[in-house]
């Protein structure tokens, strides 16, 4: 029976990012992956580090702003070991409505100062402009994967875990074609954690749909816009990201022509020139969420059995500092950000 120091059920961005930082404090690490790895929610997402909105529950709060300090270091090191190239922006983000929380440190916008930085955007209120950076997650998770595998990471793709027995010696990892033996296991699986493993998670996908447009050259445009209902991302290869819906729709991830053409008419109210723009593709996702929508990050209630799930808006920016501090959690130190509301026990029967 194969066996590691510690294995890594999923292998999205947090639990590959995570498997990439336990090899570095020196564990023999597997991860076990039920498709191709990166290709679920990490491949779906926009990539917007946004530790603002979205994230005043104290739980979140302290983890979000710290995981975005570290990004530019993070994505400088897993370059340096992939040697593939992270699209990584710090032009900004413009905030079109000011029903958002902001940050103290957000600079207020009148219509004219947005349209300064932005000349193709229409603003019928002021708005803010942040000082948030998005990444490519498909090119940062192929990336950390590879950098994962340069380091002994073993990989296992297109094997579904079916089931996690204990024995005494820890942990027997089944999967449909074999089993693999370990003292740790930590449960990254995404939408799919609630139906593995000895301790039952509530983990749900909650869909999310998004397309990529070619705007002509006047409609490009260098900083994120966020609206109340929309946001445009830019990629620097030329392509506009616009989503995203928030949908309860179990594991259906079907495109709804509809649906897109309506996220695409509402990126157009506030930059008309997008009315012309080329489809490139549309797509949807598959958010873990937990039934507080808050990550579960913590060990359990069975002794080396952890769980980094439930990330469901915010993967791609809290995974630096998640497999951080899971890591230093499950070698057995303290983590440097407070993790206890996070625990998996705030979901068990008192």
Known sequence: MRSADAIVVGGGIIGLSLALELRRSG????????????????HAAAGMLAPTGGHSEAALHELA?????????????????????????RQGTIVVDEGEVLPSDA???????????????????SGAFLREQTVDPPSLTRAVLEAARKRGVEIIS?????????DAAGFEVHTLRTKYQSSVVVNCAGAWAAAIGPVKLPVRPVKGQMLSAIPVHAARVAHVI???QVYVVPRSDGRMLIGATVEEAGFDKRVQPEVIQSLLRQAADFLPALREAKMHDAWAGLRPAASDNLPIMSATSVPGYFVSSGHFRNGILLAPMAARVMAQLITGHTPECDLSLLSASRFMAS
């Open 226 to 228: 966020r609206a109340p």
């Open 158 to 166: 297109g094997s579904a875990v079916t089931e996690i027995t204990t």
């Open 27 to 42: 564990l023999s690490v597997m991860v076990i992956e039920r498709g191709e790895p990166g290709r679920e929610a990490s």
């Open 107 to 125: 600079q207020r916008l009148t219509c004219d100062d947005a349209r300064r930085l932005e000349p193709t955007l229409q603003l019928t209120c």
């Open 65 to 89: 702003q710290a995981s975005a300090r570290i990004y530019p270091e993070f994505v400088a090191e897993v370059e340096a070991e992939s040697g593939i190239h992270v699209d990584l922006r």
